[in-house]
């Protein structure tokens, strides 16, 4: 089974790339994650998995959305064996694009983890983020959703607070805070401040130059990590 290894980067393309566009970026991420061995999600189109996969060796393949359904019927739904023969690591659920229901979320996530697929779940606040902890999923994504896309950043204390509340219900789950991520300096804070993960979508597409944005925020995580390691002595 696939395992996260804090801390993380996620480099999520969304929709906006696709074909040989968004291969040009997973190449250029996979040899940041080879150099600097920090852990870095990639998502990318369904079509697009195999495609990746095949041509990328460090990065974790991330599919944007899975159901539970299993193998037979389910015409037009997203079978997970499917994703995980085309080379998926890790799968993105709960998205605000994606939301899902209660039912849905729990059955999925148990789904994922009996195929070795990492989870990365959203959630919109503290409220909906301490329930979905219950369901153990190895990624907690933590974002208010009327952040996303805006440049601006959750505040120091919705982070401190977030990260407190999901590790005591349980240590294992890594909390990724990411709504509003833009520069090099955001990830560096939300890391410093306690977060496992960070990762962009607009932050790092409507750079100057996206893969060098790629390669400051895999700085500025490692970096987050030995400063903070250096204040509190935590890994």
Do not use: W
């Not at 919109?124 to 996303?148: G, N, Q, R, V």
Request: aromatic share 6%.
């Amino acid at each position: 089974m696939g395992k996260v290894k804090n801390p993380f980067l996620v480099v999520n393309p969304k929709s906006y790339l696709y074909g040989k566009k968004i291969l040009q970026l997973a190449e250029s991420t996979d040899k940041i994650a080879e150099k600097s061995r920090l852990q870095i999600f990639f998502t990318c189109p369904f079509t697009d998995i195999r495609y990746i996969r095949e041509h990328t060796h460090f990065i974790i393949v991330t599919a944007q959305h899975m159901e539970y359904l299993k193998p037979g019927r389910g015409m037009g739904h997203i079978l997970p064996e499917s994703l995980q023969e085309a080379g998926a690591g890790a799968v993105f659920l709960n998205h605000a694009e994606n939301p899902l229901t209660v039912s849905q979320l729990s059955k999925t996530i148990i789904r994922a983890k009996k195929l070795g697929l990492i989870t990365i779940v959203c959630a919109d606040s503290l409220l909906e983020a301490t329930a979905i902890a219950e369901f153990k999923p190895d990624i907690l994504l933590c974002e208010p959703t009327d952040l996303i896309g805006t440049g601006q950043v959750a505040d120091d204390s919705y982070i401190l607070k977030t990260t407190e509340q999901i590790k005591s219900i349980n240590p294992d789950i890594a909390v990724m805070i990411a709504s509003g991520i833009t520069t090099a300096e955001d990830v560096y804070n939300v890391i410093k401040l306690g977060a496992d993960g960070t990762g962009g979508t607009s932050g790092i597409l409507k750079a100057p130059d996206p893969v060098r944005r790629v390669q400051e925020m895999a700085e500025a995580v490692l970096q987050a990590q030995r400063d903070r390691k250096n204040v509190t002595g935590r890994q």
